[in-house]
C-alpha cells in the first residue's frame, strides 16, 4: 500500500486549506485512514481518522470544530479540510492507513500559517 499526500502550503490565521492523501495497491487492507501532524520540536500527533467500515470520525480535541475528514471510497482517498486555521496549526501534516492500526504511512506535507 502506498500513501500519497498532497495540498500543503502557506495561508493566514483564519483560513483554509484542503489535504488530500490517495491510496494505492491493496487498499482492501486500509480501512482506517487518517492524519498526524509534528510541528517544530513536537512529537507527532494525531489530527483525525476515518473508518471506513463503521462510517465513523474522531478527531483531536485541538482541531474539533475546525477540520473535517471527508472520505472519498471510490477514489480510495481521504482528505482533512482545515477551516479557521491557526498559527499552531503550523505542522508537516502525515497521511496513514491501516487494519486497526497505523501500518502504512505517507510523506508528509508542510502546513504553514501565518499570523
Known amino acids: 500500500v502506498q500513501l500519497q499526500a498532497s495540498g500543503g502550503g502557506l495561508v493566514q490565521a483564519g483560513g483554509s486549506l484542503r489535504l488530500s492523501c490517495a491510496a494505492s495497491g491493496r487498499t482492501v487492507d486500509i480501512y482506517l485512514m487518517g492524519w498526524f501532524r509534528q510541528a517544530p520540536g513536537k512529537v507527532r500527533e494525531f489530527v483525525a481518522a476515518?473508518?471506513?467500515?463503521?462510517?465513523?470520525?474522531s478527531y483531536a480535541d485541538a482541531v474539533k470544530g475546525r477540520f473535517t475528514i471527508p472520505r472519498d471510497n471510490a477514489k480510495n482517498t481521504v482528505y482533512l479540510q482545515m477551516d479557521s486555521l491557526k498559527p499552531e496549526d503550523t505542522a508537516v501534516y502525515y497521511c496513514?492507513?491501516?487494519?486497526?492500526?497505523?501500518?502504512?504511512w505517507g510523506q508528509g506535507t508542510l502546513v504553514t500559517v501565518s499570523s
Open positions: 476515518s473508518n471506513r467500515n463503521s462510517g465513523t470520525t
Open positions: 496513514a492507513g491501516g487494519r486497526g492500526t497505523w501500518n502504512y
